[in-house]
């Protein structure tokens, strides 16, 4: 009779342990299961920043702006130059580019001035047969922004409610060297840059002619 009890009593240890072991089972499965869905949320944020991180990447790098030209209108008067314009146009294979988020930085080794587009008063299509300094109301800005001279978009992206340039595109930035710099004299370095919300700046730098003695000089 003992000894029955005995092995009645090992049974129920035995199931005891069983038990535990399935508690331990489960509990093992729900960690792994947690676990294993930190690990898919963390590798789908991970994916998601390094596909945005490549679009940045890929935006700063392929797009931006090239300077084509500068050109000077001199005061006959005073032998000095009194206005300018800067050809922009994208890089290839840059995306759109809005001038209203540009800043063009422009300095004389003396003064340096920083300018933003005026707005849709200072924004003009080049007109044809006249030169582009002919367009004065283009020139009127201060000596904190710049006027847009419209000279190629096939596409229209560039209105004067948003001057939105991309491939093909072809604009003139007007300064009004007169507020900026009390106009510019002859021999005097100048050097700048046209950077664009993203992507790279256009750099430009000349030196003013030794004798200003035309109305119009080829600067860049």
């Given at each position: 009779?003992?000894?029955?009890?005995?092995?009645?009593?090992?049974?129920?240890?035995?199931?005891?342990?069983?038990?535990?072991?399935?508690?331990v089972?489960?509990?093992?499965?729900?960690?792994?299961?947690?676990?294993?869905?930190?690990?898919?949320?963390?590798?789908?944020?991970?994916?998601?920043?390094?596909?945005?991180?490549?679009?940045?990447?890929?935006?700063?790098?392929?797009?931006?702006?090239?300077?084509?030209?500068?050109?000077g209108?001199?005061?006959?008067?005073?032998k000095?130059?009194?206005?300018?314009?800067?050809?922009?146009?994208p890089?290839?294979?840059?995306k759109?580019?809005?001038?209203?988020?540009?800043?063009?930085?422009?300095?004389?080794?003396?003064?340096?001035?920083?300018?933003?587009?005026?707005?849709?008063n200072?924004?003009?299509?080049?007109?044809?047969?006249?030169?582009?300094?002919?367009?004065?109301?283009?020139?009127?800005?201060?000596?904190?922004?710049?006027?847009?001279?419209?000279?190629?978009?096939?596409?229209?992206s560039?209105i004067?409610?948003?001057?939105?340039?991309?491939?093909?595109?072809l604009?003139?930035?007007?300064v009004?060297?007169?507020?900026?710099?009390?106009?510019?004299?002859?021999?005097?370095?100048?050097?700048g840059?046209?950077?664009?919300?993203?992507?790279a700046?256009?750099?430009?730098?000349?030196?003013?002619?030794a004798?200003?003695?035309?109305?119009?000089?080829?600067?860049?």
């Amino acid at each position: 009779m003992g000894k029955r009890i005995i092995d009645i009593l090992k049974r129920k240890d035995v199931g005891a342990i069983g038990i535990g072991a399935m508690i331990v089972f489960i509990a093992m499965v729900l960690v792994a299961g947690i676990a294993a869905s930190v690990l898919i949320q963390t590798a789908g944020n991970l994916e998601m920043s390094a596909m945005r991180a490549g679009q940045e990447t890929e935006a700063e790098v392929a797009t931006g702006l090239a300077i084509t030209d500068v050109e000077g209108h001199v005061d006959t008067d005073e032998k000095k130059i009194d206005n300018l314009t800067i050809n922009i146009k994208p890089r290839a294979g840059s995306k759109e580019i809005d001038l209203e988020q540009a800043v063009l930085e422009i300095s004389n080794s003396s003064t340096k001035v920083v300018l933003t587009w005026g707005g849709s008063n200072y924004y003009a299509n080049v007109t044809a047969g006249a030169g582009v300094f002919s367009t004065t109301s283009v020139f009127d800005v201060g000596n904190t922004q710049f006027g847009i001279i419209e000279l190629e978009d096939a596409d229209n992206s560039s209105i004067y409610t948003g001057p939105v340039i991309n491939r093909g595109d072809l604009v003139m930035l007007t300064v009004n060297a007169h507020e900026c710099f009390n106009k510019l004299p002859a021999r005097t370095d100048v050097w700048g840059q046209v950077i664009p919300e993203e992507g790279a700046p256009g750099v430009f730098s000349f030196r003013t002619p030794a004798s200003l003695t035309d109305e119009v000089y080829d600067l860049y």
